[in-house]
């Protein structure tokens, strides 16, 4: 059974075991095999209920229950014929376990200034990433936050580093690196936020090297990493610069790049496999295009994508 809406952030944020998380998949599987007939289409089809679906599914049909859809979010891409669509029926839930993931790493969004460095997100439109940073922002107490050009960013950073104050930059890679070529500051209060790789401004580059690059010229700042796309409603990130972590009610697997049915075991590289119990009115079982390795903690890392996948949102770079 499906609890209300007004329960289920609770229910989410507070699941506390493999156990809990299990019996909750199952209910949402269940509910949404009876409710989306795409979703019931597909695991008849294959004969595996228990199955993640094919992401491309998302630029095909549409994957969403019965329930009126208060938002809908869009990938990024150069033609509306291939961005995916993400159906989203309970935008508060959004609002609600994004704050709550990011808050549980980095500390009260309220507390701290807000700066949004995400050009090509704002130029594409219908992004769930500039809905969640706008939502960060709106939560923010401290009137300086808000999205910003790069000439506005150094300005702001320029001013906020003179009074030390707390503050997050989230940051499209490519804009990052024209940041930190253009800019160069002592920031200890300063946590910079990189996502969304390089949109083909620049050469694509290793996690490793682009948080060098960007070290170089906020070198007593913290850098991190956010792993999240339209398909989702959950985020992960890093803290470590390398492992992202995802929130209790989401769950990483690895599977066989030739055989996606093929579960692998911790340490293996394959595709990323993701269980995201917030997607209870889309499809909570999704089978990513993205590389990557587990760990025996369910951390992650996400090294590439797979030849021939669409160019989407996420992070694509090397941990």
Same mark, same amino acid.
């Given at each position: ?53 094919? *992401? ?22 150069t033609t509306s014929n291939n961005r995916s669509t993400h159906h989203v029926a309970d935008i508060d ?17 309220? %507390? ?27 939560? !923010?107490?401290?009137?300086? !936050?808000?999205f910003v050009t790069l000439a506005e960013c150094a300005d702001s950073l320029k001013k906020l580093q ?89 769950r990483i697997s690895i599977t066989d790049v030739s055989d996606p049915f093929k579960t692998l075991p ?9 269980? %995201?119990?917030?997607? *209870? ?29 669409? *160019? ?8």
């Amino acid at each position: 059974m499906i609890p209300s809406k007004l329960q289920i952030a609770k229910e989410l944020i507070n699941l506390s075991s493999d156990e809990e998380f299990d019996r909750m998949a199952n209910s949402i599987m269940q509910y949404q095999k009876d409710s989306i007939p795409v979703l019931e289409q597909y695991w008849s089809l294959i004969n595996n209920q228990y199955a993640p679906i094919p *992401i491309e599914l998302f630029k095909m049909y549409r994957i969403s229950s019965k329930e009126q859809t208060e938002v809908a979010f869009k990938s990024s891409g150069t033609t509306s014929n291939n961005r995916s669509t993400h159906h989203v029926a309970d935008i508060d839930l959004y609002k609600s376990l994004s704050l709550s993931h990011f808050e549980k790493h980095f500390g009260k969004v309220s %507390d701290q200034v807000v700066l949004a460095l995400l050009p090509s997100y704002l130029e594409n439109g219908d992004s769930s990433l500039v809905f969640m940073v706008n939502h960060f922002i709106e939560t !923010s107490t401290l009137a300086a !936050s808000s999205f910003v050009t790069l000439a506005e960013c150094a300005d702001s950073l320029k001013k906020l580093q003179k009074t030390n104050t707390p503050t997050v930059l989230f940051g499209v890679s490519f804009a990052l690196l024209d940041l930190a070529e253009a800019l160069k500051i002592d920031f200890p209060a300063l946590t910079i936020i990189e996502t969304g790789g390089m949109k083909g401004k620049r050469k694509e580059m290793t996690r490793v090297e682009l948080h060098s690059q960007i070290n170089g010229s906020f070198s007593q700042s913290k850098i991190e990493s956010e792993y999240g796309m339209t398909e989702l409603l959950s985020q992960a990130y890093t803290t470590d610069g390398v492992w992202f972590r995802p929130p209790n009610w989401m769950r990483i697997s690895i599977t066989d790049v030739s055989d996606p049915f093929k579960t692998l075991p911790v340490g293996s590289r394959g595709l990323l496999a993701i269980t %995201d119990l917030a997607n *209870i009115y889309s499809c909570s079982f999704i089978q990513t295009r993205d590389v990557g390795v587990l760990n025996e903690f369910g951390g992650f890392t996400v090294e590439g994508r797979l030849d021939n996948s669409d *160019i989407r949102g996420c992070n694509l770079l090397h941990p």
